[in-house]
C-alpha cells in the first residue's frame, strides 16, 4: 500500500473548479493518523482504512468528511 511520507507535499483539487487547489505538508504520522500543514493550520487526520484498502493507498479528509470534500491521497 502507499502511505503518506513526513516532509513530502500532497495536493487535491475542488470537485468544482479545478483551479482550486489545496496543497499540504505531511509533518508527522502514526499508524492511523497524520498531521498536516498548509503553511497558516495544522490538522490531524485518521487515515480512512476502508477507501484506502480498496485503492491501494492512503486516503484521508483534511477538510472533514461532506458529499463534496476534497479527499488526499499518498
Not at 505531511?26 to 497558516?40: H, M, N, P, Q, S
Not at 490538522?43 to 470534500?69: D, H, W
Request: hydrophobic fraction near 25%; include cysteine; proline fraction near 3%.
Amino acid at each position: 500500500m502507499k502511505k503518506f511520507e513526513v516532509g513530502k507535499q500532497y495536493s487535491t483539487t475542488s470537485i468544482c473548479n479545478h483551479e482550486c487547489v489545496w496543497t499540504y505538508t505531511v509533518t508527522a504520522r502514526t499508524e492511523k493518523t497524520i498531521t498536516l500543514t498548509d503553511g497558516r493550520e495544522t490538522f490531524k487526520c485518521r487515515i480512512n482504512q476502508k477507501i484506502s484498502e480498496y485503492s491501494n493507498t492512503e486516503t484521508v479528509y483534511p477538510l472533514g468528511r461532506y458529499s463534496m470534500a476534497p479527499s488526499l491521497t499518498a
